[in-house]
């Protein structure tokens, strides 16, 4: 099992600066992929960018680069997804997720956390 809790959301205006937590715990192994996810209302869960907890590997999507960026601090347990430039259309539950695969499919990763609140206004 792995447990994982988001945190660092809320309202931002747009162009600000966010950083989401995820701290991890449980069966975490440095061949655990952490992932980040984003669900806005009525629309898919997307993916936004993974990280090998040994840190020896990230992904980051072309549609994603340049705003956002994932990092991991192993002494504290914790990735963090960076979030710059923020727009509306920004503003969704952010999820993170733990899996063995290297992959940006929801289906990929077995655990979940319960999401944080992300709101950019105009």
């Known amino acids: 099992q792995v447990q994982l809790v988001e945190s660092g959301g809320g309202l931002v205006q747009a162009g600000g600066s966010l950083r989401l937590s995820c701290a991890a715990s449980?069966?975490?192994?440095?061949?655990?992929?952490i992932g980040w996810f984003r669900q806005a209302p009525r629309k898919e869960r997307d993916f936004i960018a993974f990280i090998r907890w040994s840190g020896s590997r990230t992904y980051t999507p072309d549609s994603m680069k340049g705003r956002f960026t994932i990092s991991r601090d192993a002494a504290k347990n914790t990735v963090y997804l960076q979030m710059n430039s923020l727009k509306p259309e920004d503003t969704a539950v952010y999820y993170c997720a733990a899996g063995l695969t290297y992959s940006s499919r929801r289906t990929d990763y077995d655990y979940w956390g319960q999401g944080t609140q992300v709101t950019v206004s105009s």
């Open positions: 449980g069966r975490v192994f440095s061949n655990t992929v």
